[in-house]
């Protein structure tokens, strides 16, 4: 989990990392500080710089820490295909991601809680796992009887999810339809960079 500010790294990038239209990088996109809007712009970063960016990008992207960041990174290395691709959909398909991304509620720290504390279901089954990976076909739920307030908020929620995610927001429910495409997921990150990094 990240602490501190939760839009300190938007500030620096000049953008948010959620795609938050009410981020303070909307008014204020430069880095908090009383020297983040000097004259002069940004200095120029090192390759590194930019690899350790882009992988602060992503784990904040997804609210994970640095080490469940890399173990994830380490799954996506075993066996065949490219790592950046199965890196970017291990991700995308971890519950607490699929609850966020469907709009089942606002953030993606929002789905954390709701799977921790036991709001959320994958067929019928109660899952407190924020890492259990959804496979295709599988249905994900809040049981508005079960969770009122939570399936309260994910009625008021205005967001349409990818096209992998096929959503029956009457019902509080979200059916992975296929794994994502890299190019459809909307993380808006160098996931090669990532990569790079990690192969240090």
């Not at 090192?46 to 990174?73: C, D, I, N, P, W």
């Not at 019928?124 to 009122?148: C, L």
Request: aromatic share 6%; glycine share 8%; net charge positive.
């Amino acid at each position: 989990m990240r602490s501190g500010a939760k839009h300190t790294l938007c500030r620096r990038l000049g953008s948010c990392v959620w795609g938050n239209p009410k981020c303070p990088s909307v008014k204020r996109p430069y880095s908090a500080g009383q020297h983040g809007n000097a004259k002069g712009g940004r200095n120029k970063l090192s390759t590194y710089a930019q690899m350790l960016l882009e992988k602060q990008k992503l784990r904040v992207h997804y609210g994970l820490t640095e080490h469940q960041l890399r173990f994830v990174y380490q799954k996506a290395q075993a066996g065949q295909g490219q790592t950046g691709e199965k890196f970017l959909r291990n991700l995308e398909l971890r519950l607490s991601s699929v609850v966020y991304r469907s709009g089942l509620v606002p953030s993606i720290a929002a789905a954390r809680q709701a799977v921790l504390h036991r709001h959320v279901q994958v067929d019928g089954k109660v899952v407190n796992r924020s890492a259990f990976h959804v496979r295709p076909g599988q249905v994900v739920s809040i049981d508005s009887q079960r969770s009122p307030a939570i399936a309260a908020i994910a009625a008021k929620v205005d967001a349409v999810p990818p096209p992998y995610l096929e959503l029956d927001k009457e019902h509080c429910k979200v059916t992975v339809a296929r794994e994502p495409n890299v190019d459809e997921i909307p993380a808006n990150v160098n996931i090669t960079r990532v990569v790079e990094l990690y192969a240090r």
